[in-house]
């Protein structure tokens, strides 16, 4: 069929309509970016022939070389057939106002964490002047740890991840943001062998069970298992941060960490902390804010 379109289909509303059908067809997850088919194809095929990806209209008329059509086609192909994510084809991923490189080396950045920076902990953290040091537990691909220099104009930042594959991806966007001198790549598992206090810390760490492990879409199977799942509840992670997170914390320093669909469980687990869950584009249920007071039990 592919070959058969790349000799038969000539304008970008061509490639535009064969790629919606075959995502369709082929039954496709889209959680990485966008959330449907269209969007999805609209994307590949701009970015793969170099036009602004805002701005499809004006050109689905446009005729294609038959080289250009191959490379479109071989994208749409690789996404119907193999199900890779579409940041994996396109080594580029959005948050917000900021796209990083990526590769399957890290998950694909989607924490919900960067919309509570600066704004949205206000109450806790009154000036962003205030946050001196702060650390990006499981950092990835260095998604937020870039995002919160530019939150934080007087912080330097540690971000560390277990994943040495992780951390080469994340040295990459740290340089193309130009941010050497102020993140520190830190190869350890969450807290050991750090010997700094922070007055912020966040953190989205591995938090799938096991049952939600074993149904995920073949999507999420061509990103790192190590940065998906964590143990039988999700929890094994974020219940290492919670234990130590207050050592590394200034007084009034805050804790930031992303839990999934974990909510209940969490609560069950601790109740006598004050989880404040931050309200999201997501919901109020995934993102939790505790200080290092409250974490000692002084408030």
């Known amino acids: ?89 396109t080594h580029q991923a959005w948050q917000g106002e ?20 600066g704004d949205g902990i206000r109450p806790w953290i009154e000036h962003d002047e205030l946050v001196h040091r702060a650390l990006d537990l499981c950092t990835g691909s260095g998604c937020l740890a870039i995002q919160m220099v530019h939150h934080y104009p007087d912080a330097q930042i540690d971000a560390v991840d277990l994943s040495l594959d992780a951390l080469e991806v994340a040295a990459i966007n740290i340089e193309d943001y130009g941010l050497e001198d102020r993140i520190s790549l830190v190869h350890t598992d969450l807290f050991e062998g750090l010997d700094e206090t922070y007055d912020l810390i966040v ?3 591995p938090y799938v069970d096991a049952e939600s492990v074993e149904a995920l879409p073949d ?50 687990a601790y109740p006598e902390l004050p989880f404040t869950w931050l309200e999201t584009s997501g919901g109020d249920g995934f993102v939790f804010l505790l200080t290092r007071e409250q974490l000692l039990g002084e408030e």
Do not use: C, W
Not at 13 to 18: I, K, M
Not at 25 to 36: P, Q, R
Not at 240 to 258: F, H, M, S, T
């Open 1 to 89: 069929m592919f070959n058969q379109a790349a000799q038969e289909l000539t304008t970008v509303r061509d490639l535009l309509r064969f790629a919606v059908s075959r995502f369709n067809d082929a039954g496709l997850f889209f959680g990485h970016g966008s959330d449907n088919a269209h969007d999805e194809a609209a994307y590949l095929i701009l970015h793969t022939l170099n036009l602004p990806l805002d701005t499809l209209e004006p050109y689905l008329d446009a005729k294609l070389l038959q080289s250009e059509k191959e490379e479109v086609l071989s994208i749409i192909e690789r996404r119907a057939v193999e199900h890779i994510p579409a940041a994996y084809l």
């Open 98 to 117: 900021f796209d990083f490189y990526v590769d399957e080396r890290v998950i694909v950045p989607r924490s919900f964490i960067y919309e509570l920076l």
């Open 203 to 205: 953190s989205n760490p």
């Open 219 to 268: 999507e999420y199977l061509h990103e790192p298992e190590l940065a998906l799942g964590s143990g039988e509840d999700g929890l094994d992670a974020t219940r290492q941060i919670i234990l130590q997170a207050a050592k590394y914390l200034n007084p009034k320093g805050v804790l930031l960490v992303e839990i999934g669909h974990n909510r209940e469980v969490l609560e069950a």
